[in-house]
């Protein structure tokens, strides 16, 4: 019995067959390359890494070389920061917080590498010590520590042609000068300075990025500040040894007033205003006068004490120590109205017991008189018989009667002097005056104030 062959001989494959298994091959082969590329680019990266790396092979004690690989040139670093947040402007330590992250770049051609038509675009390193590092320090820094949650915020990157980028994020206390002669109107300029510590500008040389060399994060929030803006700048400092090359950049800070205006200068208003509340007491009322006096004397003391804690010892007069000046100044005047007051309230009972007296010499007087009519008429005939004799009674009759036509006379009087009549005593038109005259001073103080601070700010602004 014959057989069947189990495989065609060569040459009697059909076409559908043939074309099966030159797709199978191709696919087999794609799928070989592409387990091939991707094994070796990560045994590429790695290769990279101990080419330019490796031991013997770099040096990161030795900086890199200049402009176009001269070895006399300075390197160049490009730096930039991005302000993520300023958590707090204090004051009284004249100093501010800020978290950053810091961005460095410069030219390494030691670290030059092949990118395989584009496969490697960079290479990333988290361990700074493995390169060369610009020595790089915050000259106004007072704190700082980097961020390592959940791990080190750091990172360098190798490009290909050589370039070098440094990033980490820091958190830093700064220190800021301020002049607090027009607190709290005032405007602030806080700097951040970065400086090389050892390297002169022959070896090392800082730029700002061209572009944006400072970014600020949207929505910056700050309590009672508002970043207007900022300016970048180059601060160089020459010392016996050397010239070092140096940035900075200034943040203007504008202090915001309404803070300010609700808890400390309507205050003092409500205050000043209260202590006037005793000149339309009774000038009887002591304890009600001198309780309300004393109180409001006390709360603005207090006040003031406050406002000088939170501030710094300075030699110089602030603004805000003109208005708590004054206004202590006008509540206690209102004080010293009332001792005032009290005076003349006394000297008002002093003359009226002496008008009680005038009125009594002249009751006198008057039944003097009539004695002497009655005296005339009954011996009329004696008395002309008998020559003029003068008494001494009659003198002091006729002065007491000199005296009594002396304050019997009407005075000159004008419109004020009418208008003061209307009150009896003095006590009470020294209350009178008081409450019209304080607060007429205490509106001109406000005209002056507002006008000299508010014109001395848009004189400093601009």
Known sequence: MATLPLWPPRGLLSA??????????STLVQISWCNQGKVNFREKEKQVLDQILGPGRYDARIRPSGINGTADAPTIVSVNIFLRSISKIDDYKMEYSVQLTFREQWMDERLKFNDFQGKIKYLTLTDANRVWMPDLFFANEKEGHFHNIIMPNVYIRIFPYGSVLYSIR??????????????PL??????????????????????????DPVQVVKNLHLPRFTLEKFLTDYCN???????????????????????????????????????WVSFWLDQNAIPARVSLGVTTLLTMATQTSGINASLPPVSYTKAIDVWTGVCLTFVFGALLEFALV?????????????????????????ASLEAAADLLEDGATTFAMK??????????????VR?????????????????????????????????ITFPLVFALFNLVYWSTYLFREEAEEN
């Open 16 to 25: 559908a067959q043939l074309l099966a298994l030159l797709v199978v091959l």
């Open 170 to 183: 820091i958190s830093l206390t700064l220190a800021c000068p301020m002049n607090l002669k027009l607190y």
């Open 186 to 211: 005032d405007r602030q300029t806080c700097s951040l300075r970065m400086a090389s510590y050892g390297w002169t500008t022959d070896d090392l040389v800082f730029l700002w990025k061209d572009g």
């Open 237 to 275: 400092s020459k010392t016996n040894t050397g010239e070092y090359s140096c940035l900075k950049v200034d943040l203007l800070f504008k202090r915001e007033f309404s803070y300010y205006l609700i808890q400390i200068y309507i205050p003092c208003c409500m205050l000043v205003i209260v202590s």
């Open 342 to 366: 009290n005076y003349a309230s006394r000297s008002d009972m002093h003359r009226e017991n002496m008008k009680k007296q005038r009125r009594q010499c002249e009751l006198e007087h008057a």
């Open 387 to 400: 020559p003029l004799v003068r008494h001494p009674g009659d003198a002091l009759t006729l002065e007491k």
């Open 403 to 435: 005296q009594c036509e002396i304050h019997m006379q009407p005075k000159r009087e004008n419109c004020c002097r009418t208008w003061l009549s209307k009150f009896p005593t003095r006590s009470k038109r020294i209350d009178v005056i008081s409450r």
